[in-house]
């Protein structure tokens, strides 16, 4: 399983430097993350149960460099539960905020781009907003405030595209891969014994206009993977 496994982060390296830092468009990055959910499928369909089931999980840490939850926080969990891993946040010893993200290897480099695509797209989202408005109102933190409800509705989008691809792996190949990733992580996640505790809301307020702007631009974006379709 490894040769195989070693082409397919090959394969999604070469697609995460299509990003709209390299020139690439916005549709073209969010495209070429949908086709690395799709190439995780094919991957993990072609493995047997037995196999998966005898996969060791590894741990993927994300560092914010802030000592405060950033915008695309609200969207972390999403982020997790679209790519069949745990995740939680810690303190590095500086004190700043890093999001850990424990599941299957091909399950992390998932998790891995479609945070970056996340991010890039929110930042690029903004840059257009910003662009277009004859006032910000910047004491009201207005690029926060746009950014959280981005991140909610991402957050969202991101649930309903879960079903769709859980659906698309069921309908195309009549084995449910999620049942079987979920038994390995929950798992090996338990013999780490950790003490988890649920988050507080930060409270924040929001500037409406922003946050609603925010959400609307969310709602654009799509990452569809397509289980079954042709390869690239």
């Not at 490894?2 to 468009?25: F, H």
């Not at 993200?101 to 091909?106: E, V």
């Not at 974006?221 to 690239?232: D, H, K, Y």
Request: proline share 3%.
């Amino acid at each position: 399983m490894t040769p195989d496994l070693d082409r397919l982060k090959a394969r999604i390296q070469a697609l995460r430097a299509k990003t709209t830092a390299n020139g690439c468009t916005e549709a073209e990055a969010l495209a070429a993350a949908a086709k690395v959910a799709e190439l995780l499928d094919r991957h993990d369909l072609s493995v047997s149960d037995l196999d998966l089931r005898e996969t060791a999980c590894a741990r993927l840490e994300i560092e914010t460099r802030r000592k405060q939850r950033q915008p695309i926080s609200a969207c972390i969990p999403a982020i997790a539960a679209y790519c069949d891993c745990k995740v939680w946040r810690e303190s590095d010893p500086d004190g700043q905020i890093r999001y850990v993200f424990f599941g299957l290897p091909a399950s992390l480099e998932l998790a891995q781009y479609v945070h970056d695509i996340i991010a890039t797209a929110m930042q690029t989202e903004w840059e257009r907003h910003r662009r277009d408005q004859r006032l910000i109102r910047y004491g009201r933190d207005e690029k926060g405030s746009f950014l959280f409800g981005m991140a909610v509705s991402v957050a969202e989008r991101l649930a309903e595209m879960k079903q769709e691809r859980d659906e698309a792996t069921r309908i195309g190949s009549g084995r449910d891969l999620v049942v079987v990733r979920q038994a390995v992580v929950e798992a090996e996640f338990a013999r780490l014994d950790l003490t988890l505790r649920r988050g507080r809301a930060s409270g924040k307020r929001v500037a409406a206009n922003a946050f609603a702007a925010g959400q609307e631009a969310g709602r654009t974006l799509t990452i569809r993977p397509g289980v079954g379709r042709s390869r690239a």
